[in-house]
């Protein structure tokens, strides 16, 4: 079953720029690992960025959050965070079209 995740960082004042720029690395290794199906970052209006994700199963999810990926992506915004990431998992409810109704 699909597995949606958000993750929101949190960076350090001035440092947003910087923690997007850090985080390259780890998401260009993300998008290379089995069950990615979505991983993208997003600048949010109160100063946040925001990690939207899309696996192929919870399995797969748990074998992201155990990899290199994590690892390049947790050493390269090391510092540039102000508080610790909220990170939210989620089973999509299909409603409406197939194209609008699911992420």
């Known amino acids: 079953m699909t597995v949606v995740v958000t993750a929101v960082f949190h960076p350090?004042?001035?440092a947003k720029d910087r923690l997007a720029e850090a985080m390259r690395a780890g998401i260009e290794a993300v998008h290379a690992e089995s069950g990615c199906e979505l991983y993208a970052i997003h600048d949010a209006a109160d100063g946040t960025i925001t990690m939207i994700?899309?696996?192929?199963?919870?399995?797969?999810?748990?074998?992201?959050?155990?990899?290199?990926?994590?690892?390049?992506?947790g050493a390269g915004i090391n510092g540039l965070l102000a508080k610790p990431t909220v990170v939210t998992?989620?089973?999509?409810?299909?409603?409406g079209t197939a194209?609008?109704?699911?992420l």
């Open 89 to 95: 998992r989620m089973t999509p409810i299909p409603v």
């Open 99 to 102: 194209d609008q109704g699911t």
């Open 53 to 73: 994700e899309k696996w192929t199963s919870a399995e797969e999810l748990d074998a992201h959050g155990a990899g290199d990926a994590v690892k390049i992506l």
């Open 12 to 14: 350090v004042e001035g």
